[in-house]
């Protein structure tokens, strides 16, 4: 997508939030007193269903909307609830996720921005990457290190940066599909208040674990884009619904989808019943990645040699090579499958947790890249 389509789109998103704010339809399971419609989690459904039938998009608002807001809701002050939640969903405040860095991806905790308290602010340095949409974000949620001499999970902050700070640089990554969705964003005495900062001073990796449950929820309410009416699609246009070994694939395409269907359902039914995303969302998640991969392979399978071609060359404008290069992100986005595995162990199974001496050591004292 080219700079000017993409700005395009996000002033379209923008606009589009906005009828929402302005016609109560913004924030259906949000509480009134911040904008929202204080409605229920079906509501909201039925409201998803409808939107769908239509060309509109709000996506550039999810990590706001879907992981931002909610974390904000149950962890923020009275103030930073009437500052932060009516804007994004007014469509004003786009926002983005600070969270990983170059060091900690997987191993989230190892991050190592700092923030240093001068007064009624913190002066924060270092480097965060893979941050989506972080070039045309208003603020950002981040992670940062307040005390070294602490393990490291209690020794981090989450914080509300405004993008617009000075000593904040944005540099676009350009990912194998051609696109740069992602970026490194470069911290330099970027200075924030203290008031900005979400629940309390070293306590953030509980905030972030809010965060993390309803990233893992929206990734696996969003499944790969490409359903399996799609992939059976392809399969006819290509002859292959004969073969046996295909038809078996595509049953357990469909077996995917279904089973996505209703770990959905049962996430839904979680939050009617009141209760904020669980460990068990990692399942959803992990599934979500197993069928971007799978799904991603199956499809090249059925072009045959023409899975090589790209773009207008290609078979429906090489929408299925582009599913199956996008699987990377979508299988590191959110935990990767080893660290999903590592909660749904600990978490839901109440198994052992792994031997890791670094959760006890004072991370001032532990090695890094």
């Known amino acids: 997508m080219s700079a000017e389509l993409e700005a395009e789109h996000v002033q379209e998103c923008r606009d589009w939030q906005a009828t929402l704010a302005a016609n109560g339809w913004a924030g259906i399971t949000w509480p009134s007193e911040y904008g929202g419609r204080g409605g229920t989690v079906a509501q909201a459904r039925i409201f998803a269903q409808e939107e769908s039938r239509v060309l509109v998009s709000s996506g550039v608002f999810m990590v706001a909307i879907g992981m931002v807001g909610p974390t904000i809701i149950q962890h923020g002050t009275e103030e930073q609830k009437n500052f932060f939640l009516p804007r994004m969903l007014n469509g004003e405040h786009v926002w ?67 993008m617009r700070s000075p000593g904040i640089e944005v540099r676009p990554l350009r990912q194998i599909t051609g696109y740069a969705h992602f970026n490194e964003v470069f911290l330099t005495d970027v200075r924030v208040p203290v008031a900005n900062v979400l629940g309390d001073v070293d306590n953030g990796w509980r905030i972030a674990q809010t965060t993390l449950g309803n990233e893992r929820q929206m990734i696996g309410g ?84 023409g899975g090589m071609l790209t773009g207008s060359d290609a078979l429906d404008d090489g929408m299925f090579q582009q599913l199956f290069l996008n699987q990377w992100s979508v299988r590191i986005g959110g935990g990767t499958e080893q660290i999903q595995r590592n909660v749904i162990g600990e978490r839901v199974l109440g198994l052992p947790g792994e031997a890791r001496p670094d959760k006890t050591e004072p991370f001032r004292n532990l090695p890094r890249n």
């Open 222 to 305: 969003g499944g790969s884009g490409v359903g399996f009416k799609a992939l059976a699609a392809l399969a006819r246009s290509c002859g292959r619904t004969e073969d046996p070994v295909i038809r078996q694939e595509l049953a357990k395409s469909y077996t995917r989808f279904e089973l996505l269907n209703w770990l959905g359902q049962r996430a839904k039914a979680r939050a009617k019943a009141g209760l904020p995303p669980g460990p068990e969302m990692s399942i959803m998640k992990l599934a979500v990645s197993e069928r971007v991969a799978r799904d991603g392979d199956l499809a090249l399978a059925l072009e045959g040699p």
């Open 96 to 162: 983005c996720q600070l969270f990983s860095e170059p060091g900690a991806g997987s191993d989230l905790a190892g991050l190592a921005t700092r923030a240093e308290r001068d007064g009624d602010e913190f002066v924060v340095n270092g480097q965060k990457v893979w941050t989506s949409g972080a070039h045309f974000s208003d603020w950002g949620m981040m992670l940062v290190r307040t005390n070294w001499d602490v393990p490291k999970h209690q020794g981090i902050t989450w914080i509300a940066v405004d």
